[in-house]
């Protein structure tokens, strides 16, 4: 499989030469080759990952110099295929390593902290201050309304789920969906440009700067609720730091039930994620808190 995969990098670019190839075991949805140490190639694995994949290249085309810190900049691309293993992008690798949630309580200085708290939220604030409206006409994006969105997801979990999660756990799940949904805190915010997986993996820094290098994988991209960014932070990175960059996010506290409820689903998440695409480990992951 994967010398097939190079075959294809090679025959849409015959002039790429192909050094050393190390594949990237953390993409869940892709497989990803880091070529010659210099070059990031993502394959989706699945049909909708394909169209996830040419949303996320014209979204990352089109913000490319609105935001400060660096993103991928997919310049070799193959996405006509609606076959796996045939679509690709490709881009030059951003230096860094994931600001994984040890990483961070290993920082011993508040100032670093609130430092990488400040990058953050600016890169968010750019971010969501895109117009739902203009890009999503410029890119032709659907909105994805977050009511019917969590309703859809709590379906979901009801006929896929259930079956697996203790009765308390059931009970428990009910009551959070029923009330977040016929609750205010839907009732009044912009759509925005999102990130969609704004966690540890996809937030590269350099730890002898102490500074954020890059943001990756915005195969979440799309038109929704900034909230939703937000609860990456919080569920990659805990209380504390999520709430050092609530405080500097523009009426934070405003989104902040929102930003609870999601991160509240993130495991069930995983766990249907496992369900339909056979993914045993990402479904136990995810199941587990939950039997």
């Known amino acids: 499989m994967k010398n097939d995969l190079l075959e294809k990098i090679q025959l849409i670019y015959p002039n790429f030469s192909i050094e050393n190839v190390h594949l990237n075991e953390i993409g869940q949805n892709n497989d990803v080759f880091i070529i010659n140490d210099s070059f990031v190639f993502r394959f989706p694995k699945y049909p909708n990952g394909i169209m996830q994949l040419r949303r996320e290249t014209a979204i990352l085309t089109y ?9 991928p900049n997919p310049s070799y691309q193959s996405l006509e295929s609606e076959e796996p293993g045939q679509a690709f992008t490709g881009y030059h690798l951003i230096e860094g390593a994931p600001l994984w949630k040890e990483d961070l309580l290993s920082i011993e200085r508040g100032e670093v902290v ?3 708290a400040e990058q953050l939220v600016s890169f968010l ?3 969501h201050a895109i117009s739902g409206k203009k890009v999503g006409q410029d890119l032709k994006l659907k909105v994805r309304n977050p009511y019917e969105e969590m309703q859809h997801l709590y379906d979901k979990i009801q006929t896929k789920l259930f079956s697996y999660i203790r009765k308390d756990a059931q009970t428990e799940i009910v009551n959070a969906f029923e009330t977040f949904l016929n609750g205010q805190a839907l009732s009044n915010f912009d759509i925005t ?3 969609g997986d704004f966690g540890a993996s996809n937030i590269l ?5 102490s500074k954020i290098s890059g943001i990756i994988d915005f195969g979440g991209s799309g038109l ?7 609860a990456g932070i919080l569920s990659s990175y805990g209380e504390d730091f999520f709430n050092t ?12 039930e929102r930003v609870r409820f999601y991160q509240s689903t993130f495991a069930l998440q995983e766990a249907l994620h496992g369900v339909e695409h056979n ?4 479904f136990e992951s995810g199941i587990n808190d939950y039997r």
């Not at 820094?205 to 700067?209: A, C, G, K, Q, S």
């Not at 993914?279 to 990402?282: L, N």
């Open 63 to 71: 913000i490319q110099n609105i935001v400060s810190i660096p993103i």
């Open 114 to 116: 609130k430092g990488l």
């Open 125 to 127: 604030v750019e971010l």
């Open 193 to 195: 440009l999102v990130h």
């Open 205 to 209: 820094w350099n730890p002898e700067t």
């Open 224 to 230: 929704g609720d900034p909230a939703y960014d937000f």
């Open 245 to 256: 960059c609530i405080r500097l996010y523009p009426n934070g506290n405003e989104i902040a």
């Open 279 to 282: 993914d045993k480990e990402a």
